[in-house]
């Protein structure tokens, strides 16, 4: 069987390599961002991956892309943008900006993909709202709230929330990595590698 992956924000950073490790996986991808020069670039010499203009903040335009795509088998939702400074310093327009793309980005995409994996009773979820802020914690209590409702119906649901500094593809082992542990552990944590202690030769 086919399988597809729905990856959002796949123009840069984790959703670009996200797709692009899918595809080399034989997956058929398809990679949604706002930018469509990006998203070129990540589907430059990758055949079975599938390119749409989609802001995931705007639901209707989401919804489009699910009618166009068929049953998605995974979803790697890493669209989401960082606040510009301290939370007490941004102004309400900006921080609505940003609950917006993040907070009800990450809703409009489960609700376009989850009701699907349900009734077929599997799929594999990953929310990737970023390290901290105001907007990860919400959705990492969204798929907390999304476990408690809908946990023992086959659907592995991961909220993925990488220490600060992080590589994208240590974020990405720990997301293949999930997949082996138990479905209750929803939260995904990476870190970066720390260098080995230098050894110290004692002079002879």
């Keep these: 069987m086919r399988r597809t992956a729905l990856?959002?924000?796949?123009?840069?950073?984790?959703g670009a390599m996200a797709a692009r490790r899918l595809a080399a996986a034989a997956w058929d991808?398809?990679?949604?961002?706002?930018d469509e020069v990006g998203?070129?670039?990540?589907?430059?010499?990758?055949?079975?991956?599938?390119?749409?203009?989609?802001?995931?903040?705007d639901g209707g335009a989401v919804a489009e892309v699910l009618a166009m795509t068929g049953p998605v088998?995974?979803?790697v939702h890493a669209a989401a943008i960082a606040p510009a400074g301290p939370v007490l310093e941004q102004a309400a327009g900006e921080i609505e900006h940003v609950l917006r793309t993040n907070v009800i980005g990450a809703i409009h995409?489960?609700?376009?993909?989850?009701?699907?994996?349900?009734?077929r009773g599997a799929g594999e979820?990953?929310?990737?709202?970023?390290?901290?802020?105001?907007?990860?914690?919400?959705?990492?209590?969204?798929t907390d709230a999304l476990w408690a409702e809908q946990g023992d119906r086959?659907?592995?649901?991961?909220?993925?929330?990488?220490?600060?500094?992080?590589?994208?593809?240590?974020v990405l082992d720990a997301m293949d990595r999930s997949l082996a542990r138990p479905a209750a552990h929803?939260?995904?944590?990476?870190?970066?590698?720390?260098?080995?202690p230098a050894m110290i030769f004692a002079p002879r």
Aim: proline share 9%; with cysteine; net charge positive.
């Design 7 to 14: 990856v959002t924000g796949a123009a840069h950073g984790l």
């Design 29 to 34: 991808v398809v990679a949604v961002d706002v």
């Design 39 to 57: 998203l070129a670039k990540t589907s430059l010499r990758s055949p079975n991956m599938h390119v749409r203009a989609c802001d995931v903040a």
């Design 73 to 75: 088998h995974r979803v």
């Design 109 to 119: 995409v489960v609700q376009a993909t989850l009701p699907g994996m349900l009734e």
């Design 125 to 142: 979820l990953f929310l990737c709202p970023g390290a901290a802020g105001p907007s990860a914690a919400a959705v990492a209590a969204y």
């Design 154 to 170: 086959g659907v592995l649901l991961r909220c993925v929330r990488p220490d600060d500094g992080t590589p994208h593809r240590l």
């Design 186 to 196: 929803v939260h995904v944590r990476a870190r970066p590698t720390r260098r080995p």
